[in-house]
Each structure stands twice: as C-alpha cells, then as structure tokens.
C-alpha cells in the first residue's frame, strides 16, 4: 500500500487515482465521460482547485491538480463558488443564514467575522 503524500503548508501538485468498486465499467460511453468530466470542472471551479490534466478510462480516471496557497475567500467570492454546484435559491438562502448569523452577533458560526 502507498504512504499518503499530503502536503499541510502551501501550494501543492498531486496525482489523483480512482478505481471503480468490482471493476465495472461505467466510463465505457461517451455520456458518462462527458457527465463526469462536467462534475469535475464543476467542483474545481466551487474548490479552487486547478486540475492540469486528467486520463478517464473505462474502470478508473487519473487526475493531475494544482492545490493553491491556502487563503480566506470573502462571502461575495463563496457565493460566486457555490453556484457551480448549487442553485441560484439555494445559495440566496444560505448566503441570507450567513449574513444573519453575523448580525446576531454569531461570526465565528458564520466563519468568521464578515469578509462581505
């Protein structure tokens, strides 16, 4: 088995392998690659993460990321994130609990104390 190679301070390159469970080929058409590939883009851009290069093969995929310097993002750019994933209501409704958290005087709940 390989030793985890994860890095805590700073920018970091890393190979991403993923075996699907009893070898089934679920990448084997072209829809389900392109489904993938629109869920990975999807998540690099809510992350922050950039992937360099990628291989999806019928089984498995590899990935090739770049993790940036670690950082605070303001509420604006976290909203802007979330809806890659979520819907424009979803987020209106999360960003709302946010800002009401802070102003009940709860910022360390909200993530801090307002980057707004």
């Keep these: 088995m390989r030793t985890a190679r994860i890095v805590e301070e700073g920018p970091a390159f890393y190979h991403v392998i993923s075996r699907v469970v009893g070898r089934e080929f679920v990448f084997a058409a072209d829809t389900e690659r392109e489904q993938f590939r629109a869920i990975m883009r999807a998540v690099e851009a809510f992350s922050g993460v950039r992937i360099l290069t990628w291989a999806i093969l019928s089984n498995h995929f590899h990935i090739q990321v770049h993790i940036p310097e670690r950082g ?45």
């Design 72 to 116: 605070e993002i303001s509420d604006q750019e976290l909203g802007r994130r979330m809806r890659y994933l979520y819907s424009q209501d979803k987020v209106d409704a999360f960003m709302g609990e946010l800002e009401t958290l802070r102003q009940v005087g709860q910022a360390e709940t909200a993530g801090g104390a307002g980057t707004g």
